[in-house]
């Protein structure tokens, strides 16, 4: 046990105080070329497959409500995809150390959103699985612009949201059960990882 880095800090700080942040500066942009360059080739060869949503029974393709790919990082590990995780796990520990929020388990998959895509409004725990407590988006889009589009519409309120740019190596973190957030139709392909921290097994039923 220690003192939390300096680097993490600040998201910390952030998370304590509004369940929310941004961080543009955690990640190597080397490293998060690999992982576009990853991201970009694994879907090519059509290894990323329609996302559905829901979980056991309930879960179910559809394309009204979200319409990304995503591929899971599982199994095998990447050089890159290796780095990152490694990475995150240390985030991980310095936001367990401060905020004792419990987060055990990473899971983490590629995201691509063709020009048009979208992911409705829509909250990241499931109604009968409390397991994730933390959700974190990374994304991998070299000169992203506002004409580009595709943000991130958290809600922070009923009537208030903050609309977030997919921009390169841009962290976004929030509190799985907190926040109502979609994500906008870009106007060209948009990537990203998306990762979930979660508790371990409460027993819920
Ligand atoms: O890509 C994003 O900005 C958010 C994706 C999302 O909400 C999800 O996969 O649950
Ligand atoms: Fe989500």
New binding site residues.
């Given amino acids: 046990m220690g003192t939390t880095p300096s680097k993490f800090q600040p998201l910390a700080d952030a998370i304590e105080r509004d369940g929310w942040c941004v961080c543009d500066h955690l990640f190597d942009p080397a490293l998060i070329d690999a992982l576009a360059d990853e991201c970009r080739e694994l879907d090519a060869q059509s290894r990323l497959k329609p996302a559905a949503v829901g979980r056991g029974d309930r879960r179910r393709l559809a394309t009204a409500v979200r319409s990304?790919r995503t591929r899971w990082l599982d199994d095998t590990f990447s050089e890159p995809q290796s780095a990152y995780l490694a990475r995150m796990l240390e985030l991980r520990d310095a936001l367990n150390r401060r905020l004792l929020l419990g987060l055990h388990e990473l899971e983490a998959h590629y995201?691509v959103?063709p020009a048009g895509a979208r992911?409705d409004r829509?909250r990241?725990r499931f109604r009968d699985d409390d397991a994730r407590v933390l959700?974190a988006?990374l994304?991998l889009n070299r000169e992203w612009t506002p004409a580009d589009a595709g943000a991130?519409r958290l809600y922070l309120t009923e009537n208030e949201h903050r609309d977030i740019l997919?921009a390169f190596g841009r962290l976004?973190l929030f509190l799985s059960a907190e926040f109502d957030?979609?994500?906008l139709a870009p106007t060209r392909p948009?990537m990203?990882i998306?990762n979930w921290f979660r508790q371990r097994d409460v027993g819920v039923a």
Wanted: hydrophobic fraction near 35%.
């Fill in positions: 990304d995201a959103y992911y829509h990241d959700s988006v994304y991130l997919p976004v957030h979609e994500v948009r990203s998306a």
